[in-house]
């Protein structure tokens, strides 16, 4: 979920400068706004990661909901990829390896990316294989 920015100078919702790009705001009532001309390098990454399930997982509620979530399937799907691990469970773009590596690692699920994840993702690095 993206945080609404809000214009200093009148209050109301801010937009991107360039919506492929997150260098800048602009207020579309006013004209106020602000850029920058630094980029994240996850979000220049064109890197395609792989988040795979490791063995030893627990078929718990929360694990079965994250994996669920992550792989795009039923819990009873989750059970048995949970159970057939090692299992590929996502490719991508790191912006979107990392929303999934959060889910993961609330729900203290073991799993490693490959190639080996450069980033931290709120504090915490996904196990290493």
């Known amino acids: ?10 209050g109301t919702v801010m937009v991107p400068i360039d919506s492929d790009k997150p260098v800048g705001m602009k207020c579309p009532k006013c004209g106020w706004g602000w850029a920058t001309s630094y980029i994240e390098p996850k979000l220049e990454d064109e890197t395609l990661y792989t988040i795979i399930l490791d063995q030893g997982n627990e078929s718990d509620a929360k694990g079965l909901k994250a ?8 819990h009873i799907q989750a059970k048995s990829l949970i159970t057939e691990s090692p299992y590929k469970l996502l490719e991508g773009l790191a912006t979107d390896i990392e929303s999934c590596i959060e889910i993961l690692n609330k729900a203290s699920v073991r799993y490693h990316v490959e190639p080996e994840w450069p980033y931290q993702t709120n504090g915490l690095e996904p196990s290493k294989k």
């Open 1 to 10: 979920m993206k945080d609404t920015i809000i214009c200093e100078k009148c």
């Open 67 to 74: 994996v669920s979530t992550v792989a795009g399937c039923n």
